[in-house]
C-alpha cells in the first residue's frame, strides 16, 4: 500500500525490497534438502518397490539401505545415517503408518509414493525504473550506477513483456487500464472500510445495549427515590454505565434500541462480506500496482527519449 501511495503521488519507493517471511527450504525451492522424515519415505518407497511379502522383510530391506530399525513398545523407530534423533513409524503420515504399511503388503491397499511439494516461484512484477542521477547526486557511487543501469535494462524488459502479454502497447489504452484499475481498487477499499466502520459500531451499540439493558431497573430505582444523593453513592457504577449507554444511543442518533440478535446477523453479515471483499482487494491492488508501475516506465522512457531528442537538435543547431 506505501508503494502504491508513492506511485500514485510520484514519490521515490524501495527499488529492489528483499522479500522475507519464507523459510530457508522454500527460499532454495527445489534445491532445498529432504527432512529426515521425507528421506525415510523415500526409502520406504524403495523398499517397497522390491515386493517384500511381510513387515519384517521390510524392515530388513530398510537395514540392508542403512537405515536403523528399532522396536519401542508396538511402536517402531527409524533412523537414517547422518540424523540425530529417530523417528516413528506412524509419524510418516498418509499411507506410511504400520497400519497403512501392513495394508499394502497383504495386497488390501495400493501404495502411493508421496510427492514432494514444490513451491512455484513468483513470476516478476514490474518494478519502477531508477532515477540513477538523482541517486548519484545524492551521493550513490559508481557501484550503484552500474548495478541501476543493468536493474533498468531489466524492468524495462519486464514493463514490454507485461504491456505485450496483457495488449497493452496503445498508451491510451494503458493510461485508461491504469485509471480504472486505481478506480476499482478504491472503490473495493471504500467497502471495506465502510464495513469496518458499521462494525465497530455494532460492537459499540451493543455494548451499550447489554449495559443499559442491565442497569435500567437501578436507574429506575434511583428515579424513584427521588434521585437520592445515597442511592446514586451505593449504586454510582451501575448508573454510570447506565448515563453512559444513553449518551451514547443520543450520539449515534438511535431513537429506537434495536435487537441485540439483529445486530450480531447484521454483524456476521458485513464480516462475511468483508472476507469475500478482501480477495478482489488483494487482486486489485496487485493489478493497479502493476499497471501503475509499467505506465510510470512508460512515462519516463517518454521523457527521457524527449530530453534526449532535444538535447540533440540543441547540439545540431550549435554547430
Known amino acids: 500500500m506505501s508503494d502504491t501511495l508513492c506511485i500514485e ?23 532445498a534438502k529432504p527432512s529426515h522424515r521425507e528421506s525415510l519415505r523415500a526409502a520406504i518407497d524403495n523398499a517397497l518397490a522390491q515386493k517384500p511379502t511381510d513387515l519384517d522383510e521390510l524392515l530388513k530391506l530398510l537395514r540392508e539401505s542403512g537405515c536403523e530399525v528399532s522396536k519401542r513398545g508396538k511402536s517402531y523407530r527409524l533412523k537414517l545415517p547422518g540424523w540425530g534423533k529417530v523417528a516413528r513409524l506412524d509419524s510418516l503420515g498418509e499411507g506410511y503408518t504400520q497400519k497403512d504399511l501392513l495394508a499394502v503388503l497383504a495386497g488390501h491397499k495400493q501404495h502411493i509414493p508421496r510427492k514432494k511439494i514444490i513451491i512455484q516461484p513468483e513470476p516478476p512484477k514490474v518494478n ?19 548495478w541501476a543501469k543493468i536493474f ?26 491504469a485509471a480504472t484499475a486505481t478506480a476499482h481498487h478504491n472503490e473495493l477499499s471504500a467497502k471495506i472500510k465502510a464495513a469496518e466502520k458499521r462494525m465497530a459500531e455494532i460492537a459499540v451499540l451493543r455494548t451499550h445495549i447489554i449495559n443499559y439493558a442491565k442497569t435500567r431497573d437501578t436507574y429506575v430505582g434511583y428515579r424513584k427515590a427521588g434521585y437520592s444523593k445515597k442511592f446514586r453513592e451505593e449504586h454510582e457504577e451501575e448508573l454510570l454505565l447506565h448515563q453512559a449507554a444513553k449518551n451514547a444511543f443520543d450520539d449515534m442518533g438511535v431513537k429506537k434500541l434495536p435487537k441485540v440478535k439483529a445486530l450480531q446477523a447484521e454483524y456476521a453479515k458485513l464480516l462475511e462480506e468483508k ?39 540543441k547540439d545540431h543547431d550549435q554547430r
Open 9 to 31: 503521488n510520484g514519490l521515490s519507493i524501495v527499488e529492489n525490497p528483499k522479500p522475507h517471511g519464507k523459510s530457508y527450504d522454500q527460499w532454495l525451492g527445489d534445491q
Open 152 to 177: 533498468n535494462l531489466k524492468q524495462m524488459a519486464q514493463t514490454v513483456n507485461y504491456l505485450t502479454e496483457h495488449n497493452l502497447l496503445e498508451y491510451a489504452v494503458l493510461e485508461e487500464k
Open 275 to 313: 472476507k469475500k471483499s478482501y480477495a478482489d482487494y488483494r487482486r486489485s491492488r496487485e493489478e493497479m500496482r502493476e499497471l501503475l508501475a509499467a505506465k510510470a516506465n512508460v512515462d519516463r522512457l517518454l521523457k527521457m527519449e524527449a530530453e534526449h531528442d532535444a538535447e540533440k537538435e
Open 128 to 146: 519502477l525504473l531508477v532515477d540513477i542521477q538523482a541517486k548519484l547526486r545524492a551521493g550513490k557511487g559508481a557501484g550503484y550506477a552500474r
